[in-house]
Nanobody
């Protein structure tokens, strides 16, 4: 069973930084891609960034140049380094994974939540002006 647990959220002022982590279990010996999503109050959940099995990455335009997604396979942990935070980055942040026993990719639709099969519970990020 695949389980994801996010951590690292908090409250920061605009211009500050946060690093989110997502501890994954159950992905050993599997192919997978992983992504970060966020949902602000009153808005739909949106894709932020994702990373493929080969470590290639893709970002939403709204975070490009400010956020960095990475993973540590040895620690089974996904990260999201967030710099130059803005009030509009305030949201509940989720990590998600798409996995399989064979080659599995998020592909061109990797920012769509429908591509993912397992989700964490989320961690809150609040950015004040």
């Amino acid at each position: 069973q695949v389980q994801l647990v996010e951590s690292g959220g908090g409250s920061v002022q605009a211009g500050g930084s946060l690093r989110l982590s997502c501890a994954a279990s159950g992905l050993r010996d599997r192919w997978y891609c992983m992504g970060w999503f966020r949902q602000a109050p009153g808005k739909e959940r949106e894709g932020v960034a994702y990373i493929e099995h080969d470590d290639s990455t893709t970002y939403a335009d709204s975070v490009k140049g400010r956020f960095t997604i990475s993973k540590d396979n040895a620690k089974n942990t996904l990260y999201l380094e967030m710099d130059s935070l803005k009030p509009e980055d305030t949201a509940l942040y989720y990590c998600a994974t798409r996995w399989g026993s064979g080659p599995t990719w998020c592909g061109r639709d990797g920012l769509a939540e429908s591509r993912y099969t397992s989700w964490g519970q989320g961690t809150q990020v609040t950015v004040s002006s």
